[in-house]
């Protein structure tokens, strides 16, 4: 094998140039020049890569003459497979034939990836965030984009000052050891941000939008005050959008002045902010292929002429808009927005432009990620059906209604569209969930003067046999209370759209001072839709309640004692967005139940219960409830005690006792003993208030501050009382623990401040 006279182009030095240069470059080879007639191609210098892997990417094939601008597009496409350290080629006269003969030097393989000075982070979390892996073949850009990662890495961990290298270290010609070097150096907690030239909006507002946030008292435990780099970029965007919101359309946030202070764990922020004028709308118009009139586009929007301007109400009118076309078939509809400002006026119009595309319907609908909730369970919830003409409203209530199941991860509900091949009016459906654990084990224990010590277990299956259906079991325990109750529900009974359920209960009470009950029974029930998320229940119950110890000569046993028959109905509203995490929606429940049926306690009873969810602002929760409930005597006989209602405790009003609420009477027990006792009313109600937030997102810790107000007693003799008080939250594998402290406002019988530790939401 002789290689002779024309040794043709290219040392590393050379392709090290072409590389180099943009692909357009050509001219940079100069004219175009016939080399050789290709009679044969070879490769050498491959150990680990196949032959075939190079010949396959090559345009230079055997019968063809080469020139130099085949040459070099040759080898920038060896270059690229990334296997190699240098490539020449050369012409090789091999038994009176010319040969194009590429030389390869490889790169070495990976033995063993290190990681030196990382003790903030588990090799394991490492190894995650790199591509390089062991065993591959070196790759010095992968490598560059691993330290990249690395370093990303602990700048959220708030790390901002940790350093990232890396080292080759040769094993022999073929192996290296690639070691990345840390410095993780301590964490940088935000010291001060401060804000200039904000006029419209106080500091605190502003940082109030902000992820990154000032250290603070529990900056330990919720990581607030960590500085993270791509947090802090994604803050100004935030800043920006706000003022926008708020008619700001000008507004500039300059490039923050970051300064580390001289022992390097504090750092101090400067945002300059130009704010420009507010602008208000003058006018709104309506172009393009506009399908309705004037004045049905202006009822769907929200903004009108003379508004202050606002970037998110913009965004929400585009998007009913474009539901507008969608609802109509047209699937692929686009609204653009174009804003002119009215020259030398602190004023913008609006153009809204229609692009409506061709009339889809719905094609296939899939189901993915659902490992365990069957199929079915999705689909009955959708508004959409295979075949349909296309709607938005109905796809966007469709998502909705299956986020509202509860059994997947919040935000991992995606309905993915796209148009099968060669037909591009169809829109298969492609929904992607996440499941979430829908067993519930909640425990709670606590005490207070009015129980003592209490135990609550329960175990609950939200979506039994992955069919939807909902299995619990509930137990208590304490020295004065137990209870017991195994209830099932079939929300699609036989996959018709009736629901249906029951209930096995036993209740030993003797939470009252003077007497102690126990009550056995069971309920039956059955739903039906009436409305979109609203339902009818017909619920019949059946309960036989017998007291096991009285001291309150007062107290008639024989009204207290004997069954009771009972038929209810209620219509119940869920609009929340999750059931067991909501932020936003509401709850409406209102029943009346009638009890005497074939047995001698007679009474009627009607409740009330609202409950709203909203998102004030980023995270930051308002939950609201108000319960109401009364007792109507429909017999001479009186209603009993046991049947009466009182407040107080972790589920109502948390600054008292469990029946600290309600109409006290001074009673001399048998034993001669003279005390208060709650006589309880006919009529009960109370509202509650909170704000929640998460406190260490990651671990699954809000903190919550509330207030209380609640009666109970009777309708002329109605005093509220009221509390307030503060609690955490930890959304644990096993539930939801609460620990909560409250502290009442009219305490007339100096019961003092509460502690309540449970575990489940209150509402």
């Known amino acids: 094998m002789v290689t002779i006279k024309n040794c043709l182009l290219l040392i590393l030095s050379l392709m090290s140039f ?25 490769v050498e210098g491959l150990k680990k890569v196949e032959k075939e892997a190079i010949l396959e990417k090559v345009g230079s094939r055997v019968g063809m003459t080469l020139d130099n601008y085949l040459l070099k597009r040759d080898i920038e496409k060896i270059y690229a497979l990334k296997y190699f350290d240098s490539v020449e080629a050369h012409r090789e006269k091999r038994s009176g034939k010319d040969f194009l003969v590429f030389k390869v030097l490889e790169k070495p393989i990976i033995t063993q990836i290190k990681f030196q000075g990382n003790g903030e982070i588990d090799v394991d979390d490492l190894r995650s965030a790199v591509k390089s892996k062991e065993y591959a073949i070196l790759d010095i850009n992968t490598i560059q984009s691993d330290v990249a990662a690395i370093q990303k890495q602990y700048e959220e961990k708030g790390f901002y000052l940790a350093k990232v290298n890396y080292k080759i270290v040769k094993k022999n010609k073929e192996n290296v050891d690639l070691i990345f070097d840390i ?99 003058n006018n709104i118009y309506y172009q393009g292929e506009v399908l309705f009139t004037e004045s049905e586009l202006n009822d769907r929007i929200n903004l009108e002429t003379g508004d202050i301007y606002s970037e998110e109400v913009l965004r929400q009118d585009i998007q009913a808009l474009t539901e507008m ?63 349909m003409k296309f709607s938005g409203s109905s796809l966007r209530k469709s998502k909705e209604a299956v986020n509202r199941l509860g059994f997947f991860e919040p935000n991992s509900v995606v309905f993915n569209t796209v ?76 996959d018709s759209r009736w629901t249906a359920g029951g209930d096995i209960f036993s209740t030993e009470n003797a939470n009252a001072q003077e007497f102690t009950f126990k009550r056995t029974g069971f309920n039956l029930r059955v739903g039906y839709p009436i409305f979109d998320f609203t339902r009818l229940f017909l619920t019949y119950k059946y309960e036989d309640t017998q007291i096991s110890r009285s001291t309150d000569p007062s107290l008639d046993v024989n009204i207290e004692n004997g069954e009771a028959s009972s038929v209810r109905v209620s219509l119940i509203s869920d609009l929340r967005n999750n059931a067991f995490e909501p932020s936003a929606g ?60 009182a407040l107080g405790g972790p589920r109502n009003l948390r600054g008292y006792d469990i029946l600290g609420v309600g109409p006290f009477q001074q009673v001399t027990l048998d034993g001669g003993q003279t005390i ?88």
Do not use: C
């Open 18 to 42: 072409f590389l180099t240069q943009p692909a357009w470059a050509i001219d940079d080879l100069g004219p175009r020049k016939n080399l050789f007639k290709i009679d044969g191609i070879d």
């Open 183 to 281: 410095k993780e150096y301590d964490k940088v907690l935000v010291k001060k941000v401060i804000f200039l030239g904000n006029k419209a909006f106080a500091d605190a507002e502003l940082k109030g939008i902000m992820e990154t946030q000032e250290e603070g008292l529990f900056s330990f435990m919720s990581g607030s005050g960590n500085f993270k780099e791509f947090s802090f970029q994604t803050d100004i965007e935030r800043i920006k959008y706000f003022y926008k919101t708020k008619g700001y359309l000008q507004v500039n946030v300059g490039t923050p002045d970051i300064t580390v202070s001289e022992d390097k764990k504090w750092v101090f922020i400067t945002l300059k902010i130009t704010e420009g004028p507010q602008f208000s709308i």
């Open 325 to 387: 076309y969608q609802d109509e078939g047209y699937a692929f509809a686009n609204v653009l927005r174009t804003l002119n400002v009215v020259p030398g006026e602190n004023k913008v119009d609006i153009e809204f432009s229609f692009e409506k595309g061709k009339i889809a319907h719905f094609g296939r609908i899939t189901v993915k990620g659902n490992t365990k909730t069957r199929d079915k369970v999705v689909r009955r919830e959708l508004f959409i059906r295979e075949g």
């Open 419 to 494: 148009s099968p091949k060669g037909k591009d009016d169809v829109l298969d459906v492609e929904i992607q969930v996440k499941e979430r654990n829908t067993g519930q084990i909640s425990l709670g224990a606590g005490y207070s003067t009015a129980t003592g010590g209490f135990l609550q277990a329960s175990i609950a299956q939200n979506n039994f046999r992955g069919l939807g259906q909902n299995l619990s079991f509930s137990l208590s325990i304490s020295d004065i209370q137990q209870t017991f109750n195994l209830g099932f529900t079939e929300p699609y009974l036989f």
């Open 586 to 645: 509401y709850f409406l429940s209102i029943a009346t139940e009638y009890t005497g049926l074939g047995y001698e306690k007679k009474w009627w009873k009607n409740e009330f219960d609202a409950r709203y969810y909203k998102k004030v602002w980023g995270d930051l929760v308002l939950r609201t409830r108000l319960f109401a409930n009364s007792l109507a005597k429909i017999d001479p006989r009186p209603i009993p005690r046991s049947e009466k209602f």
């Open 676 to 763: 208060q006792i709650n006589q309880r009313g006919l009529f009960s109600t109370f509202a509650t208030v909170e704000f929640e937030h998460p406190l260490a997102r990651e671990a699954g810790l809000k903190w919550v501050v509330f207030a209380d107000a609640g009666h109970a007693g009777g309708y002329d003799d109605f005093k509220l009382y009221r509390d307030y008080g503060f609690g955490f939250r930890w959304f644990s594998p096993i539930g939801v623990l609460r620990f909560e402290f409250g502290y009442p406002l009219d305490d007339d019988r100096n019961q003092g401040s509460q502690f309540h530790f449970d575990i489940g939401q209150l509402f």
